[in-house]
């Protein structure tokens, strides 16, 4: 995954020597690189912010990664399994129903970008990045996970056989999850940058059951 390397000691990549780093300037380094990527553009971006937050040499930032862009979809990366990690492991998929599934994650995901809201605009930001240097490396990130994500955790446990026959279809599992996932990224979108101390969950969830509900009678038994 790494281009450029480093043989202070073989096989060590950039990645390696900053995963060696111990955790509370790990932690310091993440948090720094986060505030400044969640709220810029990759282009305006300051590395010279980052090492000044991190309290570090700008030569130990680019030892660790190299270059602005490493640092960056390392980060990318990081967040999004640490996320998906702290999401996924809660689901209970017992029901095999697809919209009752996508409310857990929906509840969940709420729930996280209310206690983690710099990761959750970090991540937004990347989604919406537009720089030539990372934007295609984002998507191809983004797709991989998602086909990871669908057929390792979702997809295969759901029951097709609780729809109705004529929507037991992939195009119908695809409506599905944009229709309430479009509906999640709307919310996150509208309280980008807010303080989210009092972020309403519960009020949120009950307005999503509605749309839920539309759902389940249209397409299940």
């Known amino acids: 995954m790494w281009s450029i390397y480093i ?20 932690e310091r380094i993440l948090n720094a690189a986060i505030t400044e990527f969640a ?13 000044t937050a991190a309290q570090i040499g700008k030569g130990m930032l680019f030892h660790y990664f190299g270059n602005k862009k490493n640092l960056y979809l390392y980060l990318y990366r990081y967040v999004r399994e640490v996320m998906d990690k702290e999401i996924y ?19 969940l995901k709420l729930e996280t970008f209310k206690h983690h809201p710099g990761i959750t605009d970090f991540i937004a930001q990347c989604n919406r990045e537009t720089s030539p240097e990372v934007c295609e490396d984002i998507q191809n990130i983004r797709k991989e996970r998602k086909v990871k ?11 097709m056989d609780l729809l109705k026959p004529e929507f037991r279809n ?33 009020e949120i969830m009950k307005d999503y059951d509605s749309y839920m509900d539309i759902i389940c009678k249209a397409f299940y038994l």
């Open 7 to 26: 043989f202070a000691r073989k096989g060590d990549t950039m990645k390696d020597f900053f995963e060696k780093l111990d955790e509370q300037k790990k």
């Open 39 to 51: 709220y810029k553009k990759y282009e305006d971006a300051s590395t010279n912010n980052i090492v």
């Open 89 to 107: 492991s809660q689901i209970d998929y017992e029901s095999s129903v697809f919209p009752i599934i996508l409310k857990q994650l929906a509840k």
């Open 149 to 159: 994500l669908r057929e390792d955790i979702v997809y295969k446990n759901l029951n």
């Open 170 to 202: 992939q195009q119908t599992i695809k409506l599905i999850r944009w229709a309430l996932d479009g509906y999640i990224a709307d919310i996150q979108n509208s309280y980008k940058g807010q303080n989210l101390e009092e972020f309403p969950v519960d």
